[in-house]
């Protein structure tokens, strides 16, 4: 189905004090289901209520209380599987991920270790036009959200919120795929792109959704090409695992900061210990969590309070036929239906909402015209007024309907603008904008005609120039708009203007 | 006419629905009989007003004509199980104070039955321990003792306070749960019937974990028909346990028919124990010929690997425990340590668990952890799981070659004194599993009959264990092994 082909990056080359490095990078991202109910009970996963509002006897841990799933969360785990065109496994288990901390209340983690529900997979991850890293997908299991443990609001006393406590969330590991910083920043960027078409996660990077533990190497040139070959991860260096990263900035400037830090350690005859580390914005810098040595022994063993989790073929089939056309696939769709450059293509079909506007706007248009007017007039105007477009404030109908009058040869590109400012901001439709306000480009030739003749007469010095320099015949085409208005059509102008110049 | 407290719950519904007695008459005579037996420890926390109020609803059910299968009868709960709005602490200070919002699935389908709650009873801490020495509420003396000695005796444990109720006639019945033989073993100590059913039968839903994968409810009564009876409301499905079977549960008491005629009944070699009493030999012998009497066919089978169940079984069930009570941290509920100045998250979590969590508890917490860390992991936790597999194989098996049911001793030996053990060796406590723990390992529904007394009077109890989900063809086999044996001994009253 895929039309379009790439070639894979470069990766990124640091130059240390004594020779060049690459970075080999693996990917653990957390992202929040879309759900109305939390992973094993009823209770509500929305953001933002009040602490401790959406909690029931499950979530927090009372005596004698047991999970049971909830169908939704599992079958928007298997949608995100199929979107990675993953393999689904019919047959998985809970396993309990034991430690204390007071935003855990059962004193374990109900997640997915031995038996996930998504297999391997792959996401296309795009650099520029015909460049893109095919990344691996490890594994994709669900398994519960903590709660939020608050320090700072007094000085001997910290509170849990544990709202969040039991939300659903699916963790997506990647192989050690990802080749560079800006690579990573691709790679989170487009797995947020597949699952918001999905619907499976809202992405929102702010609000938690979507967190991403980096796992990050370094290499000499040549040794990842080893480890390809072989899969023997000895060809590579020991890696440093960054927590909980919430922001495209950070994870590209924290990738960074380890690998040179990384650098460093190696050249100067050190050794990479394996660790766990945080990143500091305010900083810039990384630091140390837990070793290695530190780690926790989490006790993994299987839940006895849930039976493995068995799903069909047919309920998996019948989700994967419902499944919505997909980023890669609605590009190269775009750039073959519409004739649009893959670049174009592709920032059209960032979002679903804005890729199904720019179809509606398309609809019996030319493509690329619709294409540059989506791009450049509405999305401009929308990041102006930090507007979204699915409170775009001019339907996708009324700007196709712009289009079309352009095309007709209605009003010019000029006066579009302008229909499309006064539509944008007052909601009136462009057909009674352009015919209300006398926009519409005057076609005429004997109006033109008049108008031509009236500006030569006018200028007899202008006329003997322009016989001269021909190129000077734009003059007169300007005086003409200017004196229609701007309603005559261009074209007819400049060929009226050229006839009776005798050009 | 017999105090009313010491009817069966089979006699007493029947009065109650003939009109010859009403619930609060019956509640009342529990209530009394209960004031009085402080001695015996076995209730930590009666529900007087709860237990009027719920017996006068049920004799206006009954007056109506509406009285479902066991209206007004007065039982005792495990305080094990969370009743609404009751103090329920699994007999552990860690819970101190703990009242639950909600109310367990069997004990509100008890009382959607017409049962009416008299209070708690106490149990061993979390239901760890075969002896009911472990309770923050103190010891549970078994109402029975030997003949000529006034020594206090162990009603067992887990369900001590279950069994040395329903022994003394403080409730016609009580709930009991059974993670390892905590139904069956205090049942046998104090000649009343206890039953576990096959895992998935009764929702644990509100039932305090031990541990998860072995836990069950059941009923703990005066005879065989009142744990059909009672057996039956407490059974059925439960969405909100994952692990609860959506099975129909069958009409218990009406597959009483006593008729074992054509019934194989398999004799495990394997629980023939060195050093077994010979008195237990001698019970295992009769209960054998009892039921070849009553037309049984009876026969010898092999379980291979009984011999590690009891290992295995001190592997899995500590280590789900570890987890299942994790939760016990002090942060929302129960007891919290007071802190130190300068103690933080970890202190108090050490605190207020070395504070509420016995020995017996902490012990198997820190078995349960030291099996699951990394490491060790496969050499304890994933070898018992398979030993498991196995065991519940050796069960498939002699089912497969035709056998109905099983039997074997229900104990080692009978009550024994209480402090006796306390110096020692806790596996030595753990032997006191070994016919029970198999039945928890591979999930079967497991009976304890009082079959016979020892030289010094004190009871003794076979076991049956039946076919998974024939709970009803298990019943009808215990039934006729317990008219057979003919006990009906009760305690002499000393409290």
């Known amino acids: 189905m895929l039309d379009l082909t790439y070639d894979p990056p470069k990766p990124k080359v640091i130059a240390g004090a004594k020779h060049d490095w690459e970075l080999v990078i693996g990917m653990e991202v ?9 992973l094993f009970s009823g209770a509500s996963t929305q953001f933002g209520a009040e602490p401790n509002s959406n909690v029931s006897f499950v979530d927090a841990a009372m005596p004698g209380m047991l999970p049971v799933i909830n169908e939704f969360c599992v079958e928007q785990a298997v949608r995100t599987g199929l979107g990675l065109k993953a393999q689904i496994n019919l047959w998985s288990a809970f396993d309990r991920k034991n430690y204390f901390y007071p935003d855990l209340p059962q004193g374990y983690q109900i997640s997915q270790l031995y038996h996930p529900i998504v297999g391997e997979g792959e996401i296309l991850v795009d650099m520029a036009p015909g460049v893109a890293r095919k990344v691996r997908i490890e594994r994709i299991h669900i398994e519960q959200d903590a709660g939020k443990s608050i320090h700072d609001m007094d000085p001997n006393m910290s509170f849990v919120d544990l709202n969040r406590t039991g939300v659903a969330l699916m963790e997506i590991v990647s192989r050690p795929d990802i080749r560079g910083p800006e690579e990573a920043a691709a790679y989170v960027t487009k797995l947020r792109q597949i699952l918001r078409y999905l619907g499976t996660c809202d992405g929102n990077m702010q609000n938690g959704s979507l967190r991403a533990d980096v796992n990050v190497s370094v290499c000499r040139p040549g040794a990842y090409e080893r480890y390809m070959e072989t899969q023997d991860f000895s060809h590579l260096g020991t890696r440093c695992e960054i927590k909980n990263m919430n922001s495209m900035r950070f994870i590209q400037q924290a990738i960074d900061y380890e690998a040179k830090r990384q650098i460093a350690i190696v050249e100067a005859g050190g050794e990479v210990v394996q660790e766990t580390r945080l990143y500091d914005p305010d900083k810039g810098e990384t630091r140390s969590m837990r070793s290695k ?10 839940d006895p309070d849930l039976l493995p989790l068995e799903i069909e073929q047919a309920w998996v089939d019948a989700i994967k036929a419902a499944l ?10 775009f750039v073959k239906d519409f004739g649009l450059s893959e670049y174009d293509a592709s920032v059209l079909t960032a979002e679903a909402e804005a890729a199904g506007y720019f179809e509606k706007v398309a609809a019996g248009n030319d493509g690329k015209l619709a294409a540059n007017w989506v791009i450049n007039e509405l999305f401009g105007r929308l990041k102006k007024d930090e507007c979204d477009i699915t409170d775009c404030p001019i339907p996708a109908d009324r700007l196709g309907q712009i289009v079309k009058l352009i095309t007709k040869g209605d009003i010019s590109g000029k006066i579009a603008k302008d229909v499309f400012d006064i539509a944008y901001t007052s909601g009136r439709e462009p057909e009674e904008i352009v015919e209300t306000e006398g926009m519409k480009q005057v076609t005429d030739t004997g109006a033109i005609e008049a108008a031509v003749d009236e500006v030569i007469a006018a200028n007899p010095a202008q006329v003997e120039k322009a016989r001269q320099n021909p190129k000077l015949a734009g003059w007169f085409v300007g005086q003409v708009m200017k004196a229609t208005g701007g309603k005559a059509n261009p074209k007819a102008v400049n060929e009226i203007v050229s006839a009776k110049l005798g050009l | 006419m017999t105090d009313l407290n010491a009817f069966t719950l089979a006699d007493a519904r029947d009065r109650l629905r003939a009109g010859d007695i009403t619930s609060v008459e019956l509640t009342e005579a529990c209530l009394n009989a209960l004031e009085g037996a402080g001695a015996l420890n076995a209730f930590v926390h009666k529900t007087p007003e709860k237990a009027l109020s719920q017996a006068k609803a049920a004799d206006a059910r009954i007056a109506e004509g509406d009285a479902p299968a066991m209206c007004g009868l007065p039982v005792g709960i495990k305080d094990l199980f969370c009743t609404m709005g009751v103090p329920s602490q699994a007999g552990s200070a860690i819970l101190n104070g703990f009242r639950p919002e909600y109310e367990s699935t069997v004990t509100q389908k008890l009382f959607d039955a017409g049962a009416v709650m008299l209070g708690k009873l106490n149990m061993d801490e979390f239901a760890m321990g075969s002896s009911n020495e472990t309770s923050v509420y103190g010891k549970v003396v078994n109402p029975w003792r030997r003949a000529d000695d ?15 109720a329903v022994a003394a006639d403080l409730c016609l019945a009580a709930t009991g749960t059974d993670t390892g033989g905590s139904i069956r073993q205090p049942a046998a100590f104090t000649g009343t019937v206890g039953i576990k059913p096959t895992y998935g039968r009764c929702s644990r839903w509100g039932i305090v974990a031990f541990a998860s994968s072995l836990d069950q409810a059941g009923p703990m009564t005066k005879t065989v028909r009142d744990a059909a009876i009672m057996l039956e409301v407490m059974c059925g499905y439960d969405p909100k346990d994952s692990t609860s079977a959506d099975i129909p549960v069958p009409d218990f008491e009406a597959m009483l028919t006593g008729d074992i005629r054509g019934k194989t009944i398999g004799i495990p070699r394997e629980y023939r124990m060195e050093g077994m009493p010979e008195e237990i030999e001698t019970l295992w012998s009769e209960g054998r010929r009892m039921l070849e009497e009553a037309g049984a066919k009876i026969v010898d089978i092999s379980l291979p690997h009984t011999k590690y169940a009891l290992p295995a079984y001190y592997v899995i069930a500590p280590a789900e425990a570890s987890s299942n009570l994790a939760r016990y941290d002090g942060v929302r509920y129960g007891h919290r340590a007071t802190l130190a100045q300068g103690d933080g998250i970890t202190e108090m979590y050490e605190k207020t668990r070395a504070e509420g969590f016995g020995p ?8 349960g952890t030291y099996v699951l860390s990394a490491g060790f992991y496969d050499a304890y936790y994933n070898r018992a799981r398979k030993v498991r597999t196995l065991i519940k194989r050796d069960f498939d098996d002699v089912f497969a070659q035709g056998v109905d049911a099983i039997l074997t001793p229900a104990t080692p030996s009978a009550a024994f004194g209480l402090g006796e053990m ?3 060796d806790p596996v030595k406590m753990y032997l006191n599993d070994v016919f029970t723990v198999t039945v928890n390992l591979a999930g079967l529904p497991g009976i304890t009959v009082p079959a016979g007394q020892d030289s010094q009077g004190l009871p003794l109890g076979l076991q049956l264990i039946g076919r998974p989900w024939e709970e009803g063809d298990l019943l009808n086999c215990a039934h006729a092994l317990e008219a057979a044996a003919g006990f009906v001994a009760k305690p002499e009253k000393w409290w």
């Open chain 1, 30 to 38: 957390h992202a929040q289901v879309r759900s109305r109910a939390k």
């Open chain 2, 422 to 424: 306390n110096d020692a």
């Open chain 2, 360 to 367: 017996e508890v902490q012990r198997r917490v820190m078995v």
């Open chain 1, 293 to 302: 040595e530190e780690a926790h022994d989490y006790r993994y063993f299987p």
């Open chain 1, 324 to 333: 919505p056309e997909l980023p890669d696939e609605k590009k190269a769709r």
């Open chain 2, 150 to 164: 006034t020594a206090e005796l162990t009603p067992g444990g887990s369900s001590g306070g279950s069994a040395a």
